[in-house]
C-alpha cells in the first residue's frame, strides 16, 4: 500500500498541473508503478535517481513495462572493464548514446544521473527521487558501498530530491 499527502492530477499531460507533493511512502512499489501514469501525462522521458539499493531499478522496470517505454540501466551501459563507472571520461556520451538510441523516450535509472545528462535537456522529463527507509541507522555495507559510489558526496552536490517531481521512500522491509 502507498500513501502520500496533497496532490493535484495533471489534466492532459501537464505536469505543471501537478501540487507540490508530500514524499510518498510506500512497501509496494508495483502498485506504485501502476498509478504512475497519472502522474507523468503525456511526458515519455523519466529519470529515477536515489540512493543505491533504494529500488530504483526496480521501479524502473516496472514503470517501462507500464508505459510501453525501453528502460535504461545506467549500472549496466556504464560497465567499463567490467566494473560500473560513473566517474568514467565517457560516461556521459555513453549515457547520451543510449538515449538517443530510445529517441529519448525511456525510463532511466541511476545514481549519479544529474551529474550526466542535465535538467530537461532533451525535452519535457520527469523527475523521480527514490530513498530507502532504513530506520534509525544504515548498515556499515551501506556506508560503505556509498563512499565506494560517491553518492553522498553527489546527493550535496546535485541536490536529486530537490529537483525531483515525485519523491519516493519505500518502506519495503524484508520480513
Known amino acids: 500500500m502507498w500513501m502520500m499527502g496533497r496532490w493535484g492530477v495533471p489534466i492532459a499531460g501537464s505536469k505543471s498541473q501537478i501540487d507540490t507533493m508530500e514524499p510518498i511512502y510506500t512497501d509496494d512499489l508495483d502498485d506504485l508503478a501502476n498509478a504512475m501514469p497519472l502522474f507523468v501525462g503525456d511526458i515519455r522521458f523519466i529519470r529515477i535517481d536515489g540512493h543505491s539499493g533504494a529500488g530504483k531499478t526496480y521501479l524502473a522496470k516496472r514503470l517501462a513495462l507500464k508505459l510501453q517505454l525501453p528502460h535504461i540501466e545506467l549500472d549496466y551501459v556504464l560497465k567499463f572493464d567490467g566494473r560500473t563507472d560513473y566517474g568514467h571520461p565517457l560516461a556521459r556520451s555513453t549515457t547520451i548514446a543510449a538515449l538517443k538510441r530510445a529517441q529519448f523516450r525511456a525510463v532511466t535509472d541511476g545514481i ?23 530506520g534509525s541507522r544504515l548498515s556499515q555495507g551501506e556506508i560503505a558501498r556509498r563512499k565506494r559510489l560517491g553518492t553522498d558526496d553527489y546527493m550535496v552536490r546535485y541536490s536529486p530530491e530537490q529537483n525531483a517531481d515525485m519523491v519516493v521512500v519505500n518502506t519495503w522491509t524484508v520480513r
Open 112 to 134: 549519479r544521473l544529474n551529474s550526466l545528462i542535465n535538467i530537461n535537456e532533451f525535452g519535457p522529463e520527469f523527475r523521480i527521487f527514490i530513498t530507502k527507509d532504513y
